[in-house]
């Protein structure tokens, strides 16, 4: 736990495996986090730390959502096409909703009135979308590689959801409809690589958006739907979180460090002879560099190695088999890169 004041850390604690994706309960008394390794939600103190509860679900849990009022959490899954719904005060799953697009959902978005859930589904590119009113599967959009974060943004205009998509590097823009399924109103295309995490300032007037593959935030004005800023971060960001007035007074900088901000980072597309398309990152990390490679429509079920070129002598960097769609969303190998 992190007080945002100072970025101190309050407390540490040890929950389950495979944590992803925690978050504060509406009451601010505790944190509850999917645990994937164990089917189950750890439930953390969230003022002195320490697991105090857990919820049993269905395999491999992924994240968790609370409704407006704070009577329900939603958790979708990473091995499972089901979305369970728990009731917060018995702590006990009372309803579990299936028929998503795909078993593996790594991230889902809640509606501000908490009637419409979008969980989406990144190793098929689609989101499946969840009328929770009467607890179904409205709608699949086929939104593209790599799907990875949604969120809702309501304008005066209309009611809306941005979409990261990390295989086209962009941010699709969804109008959500009443009596119709959502449908796309626009994109932006980002200014780095792999787009992943995203999250809305309180007005709606800012969206941020983690570029993976490039360490950096774009900042989107809503209302132009551009990119206004690109703000220098750190190694490999996945999500963010946007916190309303956490520094009061000062600049909010004490117990920071500038780990990762200033190591190279090369990104290079496409790094496959051959069908399909692809993308390589190669990040300076402490000890060995990392290098990840990404690939798309390349022949199904099939073993690839990846050589580089030095000094005219072929390096077999890693060897790696695509899925039954031909895709390998994630391959990486640890060499010395950089420097030489």
Request: glycine share 10%; aromatic share 6%.
């Amino acid at each position: 736990m992190i007080r945002t004041t100072d970025n101190s850390i309050v407390s540490q604690t040890s929950a389950g495996r495979s944590g992803h994706e925690g978050f504060f309960s509406p009451d601010g008394q505790t944190v509850w986090v999917a645990d994937r390794a164990l089917s189950q939600i750890d439930i953390v103190d969230a003022l002195h730390g320490g697991v105090i509860g857990h919820v049993t679900t269905e395999p491999s849990p992924s994240k968790v959502l609370f409704s407006p009022d704070g009577r329900r959490a939603y958790v979708n899954h990473a091995r499972e096409a089901t979305i369970d719904v728990i009731e917060v005060a018995s702590r006990e799953v009372v309803q579990r909703i299936t028929g998503l697009a795909d078993p593996f959902s790594s991230d889902m978005a809640l509606s501000p009135d908490g009637k419409e859930l979008w969980a989406t589904h990144k190793k098929v590119g689609k989101v499946s979308v969840l009328d929770l009113t009467i607890g179904v599967v409205s709608t699949v959009l086929d939104t593209g590689p790599n799907t990875n974060h949604p969120t809702f943004v309501t304008t005066s205009q209309m009611e809306l959801v941005y979409l990261t998509v990390g295989g086209t590097n962009e941010t699709k823009i969804y109008q959500r409809h009443r009596d119709q399924a959502p449908n796309q109103v626009g994109s932006i295309p980002s200014s780095g690589v792999e787009p992943h995490g995203i999250w809305p300032s309180p007005d709606n007037t800012r969206v941020y958006v983690v570029n993976e593959g490039s360490d950096s935030v774009d900042v989107i004005d809503t209302t132009t739907r551009a990119i206004i800023a690109s703000l220098r971060t750190g190694q490999e960001g996945q999500a963010v979180v946007y916190v309303a007035n956490a520094v009061p007074n000062g600049q909010g900088t004490a117990n920071l460090t500038q780990q990762g901000l200033n190591l190279p980072i090369q990104n290079t597309s496409p790094a496959l002879v051959g069908p399909g398309s692809s993308d390589l990152i190669i990040r300076a990390v402490d000890g060995l560099d990392m290098v990840e490679f990404s690939g798309r429509g390349m022949i199904s079920n099939t073993s690839y190695t990846m050589h580089a070129t030095y000094q005219g002598l072929q390096i077999p960097l890693m060897s790696f088999t695509t899925d039954q769609n031909g895709n390998k969303p994630q391959a990486l190998a640890f060499i010395q890169f950089f420097g030489v």
